[in-house]
Structure formats: C-alpha cells, structure tokens
C-alpha cells in the first residue's frame, strides 16, 4: 500500500494564479485532512472531510476551497495565490471513529511569489 | 478559542539525557494525540491517550495525561540520535475532526 500520495511535492506560483493540490489514500479511510505548516506555528487546519461528497472548515479556511468526490481522494484548490499561502501542505487521513491516528503524507512545499 | 500550548519550544541534550516535552490546553481535552516529525519529514503518529491520569510507555517513551485532562507530558529516557525530531501534541476543538495542534518541541541530540 502506498498510504496517502501527494501530488505535486514542490511548486512555485505568482501571486494571483491558482492551483490544485491532489491528496490520494489507499486505505480507505473516512476521514481526510488538510493541514499547513509555517515555521513555529505547527500544524494549522485548512478544510477537513468526514465521508464523500462532505466537506467542513478548519481553523484556516480563507483563500482556500476542496473538494471530496471520491472516498480515496481530496483536492485542495488555490484560487488566486498570495504570498501568505507559501507553506508546506500536508495532508492527512484517518479511520473512523475519531478520534483516530491521522496518517499523513510526504508534503507539498508551495511558494508563491 | 481552543488552543493547546507546548514547551519548550526547542530543547537541546546530550546523547543519554532524558527530555521532556509538556501540553496545556486552556480546556478539558477529550484525547490528546501525539506526533513525530522528523526533519524533512512529515508528522508520525505515536499515541493517543483518553483517560484521566493516563500513562503508556512505548520502549523509552513515556507518555501521561493530567488528572483534569488539560495537560500531557511526554518523557524520553536516555535519549538517542535517532530520537532527532519534532514532537506535537493535538488536541480536539468543537468535535474530534478538528484537532488543534501544538507548535511543536524541537529536539536536537548531540552524540
């Protein structure tokens, strides 16, 4: 089993143009999870979903849309960047019931400029 | 709103010292989750504690949650280079999708 994939590892944008950031995991797990992280803040929550077609708000939502249409995959969308939003993205998935280990991807390091 | 709070924010021992890292949380926690990331990597999922005073050790790592449930602890015993990382703790917000992470420990080990 691959776990959960990211695609793409790197990328950098201008300011204004937009971006989708595909999550995928193989273990068919409910729940998914999209996470930043910014130096000394930790991991901040963006959007999360417990089930297909199901979508809800994390702690840092603005600028930022997804997408849950199948089970084994979750798209996080940009779509105008700013600078703000250069951070490593993480993604996650869990099993229910939650609360459960979040198993996590290797990482999208984004820059915009 | 819910935070969870950790330190130190960074610790520095020599190889064989112990090391501690603890998390506050300004309100009672349902569970709280830890994680390890090593440099370049992404967070590892270590253990989840629900109890009330509970304590699970994992071979040198000591894991705890407070009585009231605000607070947990996780102890290294004689630590190693293999123990280089950043650990976190999480705990849930309004339902136990939303878990609100700490800003991390950064442990550095030097042999």
């Known amino acids: 089993n691959a776990g959960v994939t990211q695609t793409p590892k790197f990328r950098v944008l201008k300011t204004g143009q937009s971006m989708t950031l595909l999550c995928a995991q193989d273990?068919?797990?409910?729940?998914m999870y999209w996470y930043r992280q910014d130096p000394g803040m930790g991991l901040r929550l963006i959007h999360y979903?417990?089930?297909?077609?199901?979508?809800a708000k994390g702690e840092v939502p603005d600028g930022y849309n997804v997408s849950r249409l199948k089970k084994q995959n979750f798209l996080l969308g940009l779509e105008s960047a700013a600078p703000s939003q250069t951070s490593v993205y993480f993604c996650?998935?869990?099993?229910?019931?939650?609360?459960?280990?979040?198993?996590f991807g290797p990482g999208t390091r984004l820059t915009v400029l | 709103g819910q935070q969870v709070m950790q330190i130190p924010q960074y610790q520095h021992v020599q190889e064989g010292e112990d090391f501690t890292t603890y998390c506050n949380s300004s309100?009672?926690?349902?569970?709280i989750q830890w994680y390890k990331q090593r440099p370049g990597g992404h967070p590892v999922f270590l253990i989840q504690?629900?109890?009330?005073?509970e304590v699970k050790k994992q071979k040198r790592l000591t894991f705890q949650f407070g009585e009231a449930k605000k607070n947990s602890s996780l102890h290294i015993t004689a630590t190693q280079t293999t123990d280089v990382g950043t650990y976190f703790c999480?705990?849930?917000?309004?339902?136990?999708?939303?878990?609100?992470f700490g800003a991390g420990t950064r442990l550095t080990v030097k042999p």
């Open positions: 309100t009672t926690l349902s569970n």
């Open positions: 999480a705990g849930p917000v309004d339902n136990n999708n939303d878990m609100r």
């Open positions: 273990m068919n797990h409910e729940y």
């Open positions: 979903s417990v089930g297909e077609g199901t979508t």
């Open positions: 504690l629900v109890k009330s005073g």
């Open positions: 996650a998935s869990s099993t229910r019931p939650a609360p459960s280990a979040q198993y």
